[in-house]
Antibody
Framework: EVQLVESGGGLVQSGGSLRLSCAAS????????MIWVRQTPGKGLEWVSY????????YYADSVKGRFTVSRDNAKNSLYLQMDSLRAEDTAVYYC??????????WGQGTQVTVSS | DIQMTQSPSTLSASVGDRVTITCRAS??????LAWYQQKPGKAPKLLIY???SLESGVPSRFSGSGSGTEFTLTISSLQPDDFATYYC????????FGQGTKVEIK
């Protein structure tokens, strides 16, 4: 069974940094594009970043461009999200998601990120 | 950016009811639409992709239709396990989600 397990969330002050990790298992990780999606009660579901299977192509939502960096290590079946210059509005549950031709077929359980001002 | 608008925001229904949720896109997305179900404290679960294709393992009481800018998700006979929040998502141009429709017990 495909598994995606996020870690690295927590409480951080405004302006601080966090690095989220996602451990993938039971599928050929390098064959899949991966996405980070976040969810807040107020703004709902929002895609944050995309990375291609080989890592050469990356996209970011305007709201995080220049502050967040997505990366992956296919040898370790792992996905990462480096989040810098965090703001209160980045407070959300962050999901690691597998992209199957642009729609999302497997989601992790989510990790809470809370940015205090 | 493509905006996705779902209606209604909340829907009260009984077990056995036929339920329809509508999703409208601000511009044509062809058939690049997916539907997800989310229960409290859990991640969203894929139900429908390509507007009308049923994900493996999803009960056949769920169906999707539409193309262009207007789409529907129908649950033919609501079951106790179906009380949840449903989201549409366009993936024609990047990704955008609707605001969600909560299906609650009448």
């Amino acid at each position: 069974e495909v598994q995606l397990v996020e870690s690295g969330g927590g409480l951080v002050q405004s302006g601080g940094s966090l690095r989220l990790s996602c451990a993938a298992s039971d599928f050929t990780f390098s064959n899949y594009e991966m996405i980070w999606v976040r969810q807040t009660p107020g703004k709902g579901l929002e895609w944050v970043s995309y990375i291609s299977g080989g890592g050469e192509t990356r996209y970011y939502a305007d709201s995080v461009k220049g502050r967040f960096t997505v990366s992956r290590d296919n040898a370790k079946n792992s996905l990462y999200l480096q989040m810098d210059s965090l703001r209160a509005e980045d407070t959300a549950v962050y999901y690691c998601v597998r992209d199957r031709t642009n729609y999302f077929d497997y989601w992790g359980q989510g990790t809470q990120v809370t940015v205090s001002s | 950016d493509i905006q996705m608008t779902q209606s209604p925001s909340t829907l009260s229904a009984s077990v056995g009811d036929r339920v329809t949720i509508t999703c409208r896109a601000s511009q044509s997305i062809n058939r690049g639409l997916a539907w997800y179900q989310q229960k409290p404290g859990k991640a969203p679960k894929l139900l429908i992709y390509k507007a009308s294709s049923l994900e493996s393992g999803v009960p056949s009481r769920f169906s999707g239709s539409g193309s262009g800018t207007e789409f529907t998700l129908t649950i033919s006979s609501l079951q106790p396990d179906d009380f949840a929040t449903y989201y549409c998502q366009q993936y024609n141009t990047y990704w955008t989600f609707g605001q969600g429709t909560k299906v609650e017990i009448k």
